[in-house]
C-alpha cells in the first residue's frame, strides 16, 4: 500500500492547477454550496471517496437516493477523456460503505433513547413552544430524580401522565406544570409517531465506533444514511444530524489539528437546521461547530445557497466550494453578492459574474493553504468519481448490507425495563394496595353493622320481691283513729283557748 496523500484531489482550474484540499486543514469545516442540478452532489461523493482513500471515515446523508452510487465501482470509460485533460487515472472502484436508515428499511436502523437526545432537541423535533418546552424538561428533570430510564416514546409518555398526575406535588418544588402543554406535547408526539419517529427512538442505541471504522486494506468507512423518506420530516432529519454531531463532540477526546480528520461530517440540506431555529439551538449549532474541530473532526455544510447558514457559523467555514447560483430575484441577488463576497478576490475574474456562469460540474474553490489561510478563489472544473455516478440498485444495496461489519448488531429492537414498565408497576400497586384497603375497610363497616342488629343477649330473672300489702290490721286502725280524735281535740281546745284570750282584750 502507497502512503496516503497530504490533499484531496477536487479538480482543475481553468488556468490548469490542480486545486487540492489539504487533509491537515481539512477539520476546519467547509461548505458545498450551489443551485439544485449544478453538482453539489458529485463534489460531495468526490470528496467523500477522497477522505476514504486517504484512511479519513465519512458520514453522509443521501437526501435523493442518488448518493449510494458510491458502494459500486464506476464507469471509467465515460469519464476517460475528462479525467485524462486532467492528468487523473480513474481506477473505477467502489467505497467501503455502510448503509444506514432510521426506519430500518434502506440501512441498519440507527436509534438513539430519549435520555440522549435530551429535551432541548425533542422540543425541536416536536416544533414545541418555549413553556411547553419547560415543562417537557421538567419531565426530564423527575425522570432522573427518580431513577427512571427514558428509553422509546412510550416512556416519555408514560413519565408525562405520571408528571400530569402529580402536577400539583412536582409544581411546588420546580414550578407550575400546566395540563395544557402535557396535552400539547402528547399530541406532539403523536405526530412525531406517524411520520415514523417511533423507529429512532430505543435501544440499542448507536455506538459512534460503528461509524468511524476503517477497512481491511485501510480506507475509511462511508457511512451513507439514506434520507429520502426522512426528508418528509425535515425537522426530526435536521434535530438528529445535530443530536449525531453533538455525541461526536460530547464522546471524543481532544487531539488538536491531526494530519488528518478522525471523522469527516456532511450535512446535507443544511438550511433545514437554521429554518424557524430558536436562539438557544443556533447558539448549540455554533459553540459544536467552533469547537468539535479540536476534535479531529471536519463538519461540511452542503446547501443551495451560503446565505442558508448564520454568519457565525458560516465564518467557520474555511474549505468552500460554490457552484452556480441563480439571481433572478432581490433576494437571489443579495444571496449571490454575500456568496461572492466570502471569497478571497481573483483579479482574474469578477466572482458575483462568474458564480452566475458556471457550468454543470464547475465551481468556484477556495480551500486553506499550509498556514490556514484561505487561498485565491479559482474557478474550477471537478474531476469525476471513481465510483458510480447515480444510485445504487436494491439487489446491489442489499449485499452491502449483507457484508456490513455491522450486520446484526442494531437490526433487532431491544425493550428491557424502563420508566413505562416502572410507572406501570407502581400504579399497579398503587392500585392494588386502594383495593384491599377498600376491602379491608367495607369488611369492618360490615362487621360493624352487624353487630348493631344483632338481638340483645338473654339476663336471668331475679326473683320478685313480695309487695306489701295495702290493707291495714284492726289494731292499726283503731290506732290512727284514736290519734285522728286526739289531734282534733287538741287543736280544738288550743284554738278555743287563743281566741278566748283575744275577745277578754
Not at 124 to 151: C, I, P, S, W, Y
Not at 294 to 323: E, M, W
Request: a neutral charge.
Amino acid at each position: 500500500m502507497t502512503d496516503a496523500p497530504a490533499a484531496l484531489f477536487l479538480g482543475q482550474s481553468f488556468e490548469g492547477a490542480a486545486e487540492n484540499l489539504l487533509f491537515k486543514r481539512a477539520n476546519r469545516h467547509g461548505v458545498v454550496a450551489g443551485a439544485t442540478g449544478t453538482g453539489k452532489t458529485v463534489t460531495l461523493q468526490i470528496m467523500a471517496q477522497g477522505f476514504s482513500d486517504a484512511g479519513v471515515p465519512v458520514f453522509c446523508a443521501d437526501v435523493k437516493g442518488d448518493l449510494s452510487g458510491i458502494s459500486q465501482a464506476g464507469n471509467v470509460e465515460k469519464f476517460a477523456e475528462r479525467a485524462g485533460k486532467m492528468g487523473l487515472s480513474l481506477t473505477g472502484k467502489a467505497a467501503p460503505v455502510v448503509f444506514w436508515d432510521l426506519y430500518g428499511v434502506k440501512g441498519h436502523p440507527i436509534r438513539a433513547t430519549v435520555s440522549d437526545v435530551g429535551p432541548t432537541l425533542l422540543a425541536r423535533m416536536l416544533e414545541l413552544n418555549d413553556v411547553q418546552e419547560g415543562v417537557l424538561t421538567v419531565a426530564f428533570h423527575v425522570a432522573d430524580k427518580e431513577g427512571l430510564l427514558l428509553l422509546d416514546l412510550e416512556d416519555l409518555r408514560a413519565l408525562l401522565a405520571y408528571v400530569g398526575e402529580n402536577a400539583q406535588t412536582i409544581g411546588r418544588e420546580v414550578g407550575n406544570v400546566s395540563p395544557t402543554s402535557i396535552a400539547a406535547i402528547q399530541r406532539a408526539l403523536l405526530q412525531l409517531e406517524q411520520q415514523g419517529g417511533t423507529a429512532f427512538f430505543g435501544e440499542p442505541a448507536l455506538r459512534l465506533e460503528d461509524m468511524m471504522r476503517t477497512s481491511l486494506d485501510g480506507r475509511g468507512q462511508v457511512n451513507v444514511l439514506d434520507s429520502t423518506r426522512l426528508m418528509n420530516s425535515p425537522r426530526l432529519y435536521a434535530a438528529f444530524l445535530l443530536w449525531l454531531l453533538s455525541e461526536l463532540f460530547e464522546q471524543l477526546p481532544e487531539i488538536g489539528d491531526p494530519e488528518k480528520p478522525r471523522l469527516v461530517f456532511f450535512f446535507d440540506e443544511a438550511h433545514l437546521l437554521f429554518n424557524d431555529a430558536p436562539k438557544g439551538l443556533l447558539e448549540k449549532v455554533e459553540q459544536v461547530v467552533r469547537l468539535i474541530r479540536s476534535k479531529g473532526v471536519g463538519v461540511y455544510f452542503v446547501t443551495q445557497n451560503p446565505a442558508d447558514i448564520p454568519d457565525t457559523v458560516l465564518a467557520q467555514l474555511g474549505n468552500r466550494v460554490q457552484h452556480a447560483l441563480r439571481a433572478y430575484t432581490p433576494a437571489e441577488q443579495k444571496g449571490l453578492r454575500a456568496a461572492a463576497q466570502s471569497f478571497r478576490t481573483n483579479p482574474g475574474f469578477d466572482t458575483a459574474e462568474a458564480i452566475q456562469g458556471l457550468g454543470v460540474g464547475e465551481a468556484l474553490v477556495s480551500t486553506l493553504d499550509d498556514k490556514g489561510a484561505p487561498t485565491v478563489v479559482a474557478q474550477t472544473r471537478i474531476r469525476p468519481p471513481d465510483s458510480r455516478l447515480g444510485p445504487a440498485t436494491d439487489a446491489e444495496r442489499a449485499a452491502v448490507m449483507a457484508a456490513s461489519p455491522v450486520r446484526g448488531t442494531y437490526d433487532t429492537a431491544v425493550n428491557r425495563e424502563s420508566a413505562e414498565e416502572v410507572l406501570k408497576a407502581r400504579r399497579a400497586q398503587a392500585e392494588r394496595i386502594e383495593a384491599e384497603t377498600a376491602a379491608a375497610s367495607a369488611q369492618a363497616k360490615a362487621a360493624e353493622k352487624a353487630a348493631r342488629s344483632a338481638p340483645a343477649p338473654a339476663r336471668e330473672r331475679a326473683a320478685p320481691r313480695p309487695r306489701a300489702s295495702s290493707r291495714q290490721t284492726p289494731m292499726e286502725a283503731l290506732t290512727k283513729s284514736v290519734l285522728r280524735t286526739a289531734g282534733s281535740t287538741i287543736t280544738r281546745e288550743l284554738l278555743r283557748g287563743v281566741l278566748g284570750s283575744l275577745k277578754r282584750r
